[in-house]
Nanobody, 119 residues
């Protein structure tokens, strides 16, 4: 079982930056692929970024490429989402999630952190 706790959300003006953090419990953090998802009111949840257990492989959804960066520090059991040049359409609740090896699914989820970007 993995417990995930996000932090770093808040209210920011368009063009500003935030860094989200997600800290995981347990001693095997590096085996999990980690993802960041977001869900805006009335919209489906969508993946924003993910990163392999080693940190070597990353994915960014097209709308955030060039603005967001995903990274992880396995020594700190933490994954980050650096968000720059924020836009009002980035407003959503952001969730981190962990995927067990060979699962193919995201098995563990955090409680979410709210990001609001004002125009």
């Amino acid at each position: 079982q993995v417990q995930l706790v996000e932090s770093g959300g808040g209210l920011v003006q368009a063009g500003g930056s935030l860094r989200l953090s997600c800290r995981a419990s347990g001693r095997t953090f590096s085996v999990y692929d980690m993802g960041w998802f977001r869900q805006a009111p009335g919209k489906a949840r969508e993946i924003v970024a993910d990163i392999s257990g080693s940190g070597i492989s990353t994915y960014l959804e097209d709308s955030v490429k060039g603005r967001f960066t995903i990274s992880r520090d396995n020594a700190k059991n933490t994954v980050y989402l650096q968000m720059n040049s924020l836009k009002p359409e980035d407003t959503a609740t952001y969730y981190c999630a962990a995927s067990r090896p060979v699962s193919g699914n995201y098995d563990y989820w955090g409680q979410g952190t709210q990001v609001t970007v004002s125009s």
